[in-house]
């Protein structure tokens, strides 16, 4: 699978398929935590929803002298999560392996929650998971370079560098 930003706001497109991933709803996190942000994904073959994933994340601000990130998380360490995503293979007629192809997912979905626009901040946008998760959803086999040293798995990353000095 090969994902491509869109010029529509809140989308990507996979290369091979036609099949659009459209960011169409998200909810803010709550200001003490209590319940993660939202994020909800419809997935589209022309005009014809094909189908569609629910996800949780999180935002965080790090300070890192002399610039400020923002991070952007989805969070995908619940195995019904992974399963769910496992699930839309079909829709994008995808033969990769089911690792790879919840790397390729997930790099569509980072790439239509993405805003679009210059930031004087660097901007992080990540999808995580676990090997227990990936385990429960039956993938055992999880590469090395996959896993950080908090023992997440980062299965795609898109950096967009601040336009301060």
Known sequence: MTNTPQQEPRSSI??????????????????????PAQYEYVLLKGSERVGGLGLSGGE????????????YSLDMTRVA??????GTRFVFKSAEGDFEF?????????FSAQVRG?????????AI??????AGAGILSTPGE????DGTVVLAEI???????
Do not use: H
């Not at 919840?102 to 980072?110: A, E, I, M, P």
């Not at 998971?129 to 990936?134: D, K, S, V």
């Open 159 to 165: 950096f967009i560098p601040g336009t301060a000095t």
């Open 81 to 86: 999560t992974l399963k769910s995503m496992l």
């Open 146 to 149: 996959a896993v950080s040293s």
């Open 129 to 134: 998971t676990t090997p227990t998760a990936l």
């Open 102 to 110: 919840l790397c390729s997912l997930s790099n569509g979905l980072l």
């Open 14 to 35: 996979e290369n091979e398929s036609g099949v659009r991933i459209v960011l169409s709803r998200v909810q803010g996190a709550l200001p003490d935590g209590s319940d």
């Open 118 to 126: 210059q930031s004087s901040d660097d901007v992080r946008y990540i």
């Open 60 to 71: 965080d601000r790090f300070q890192l002298e002399p610039r400020r990130e923002w991070t």
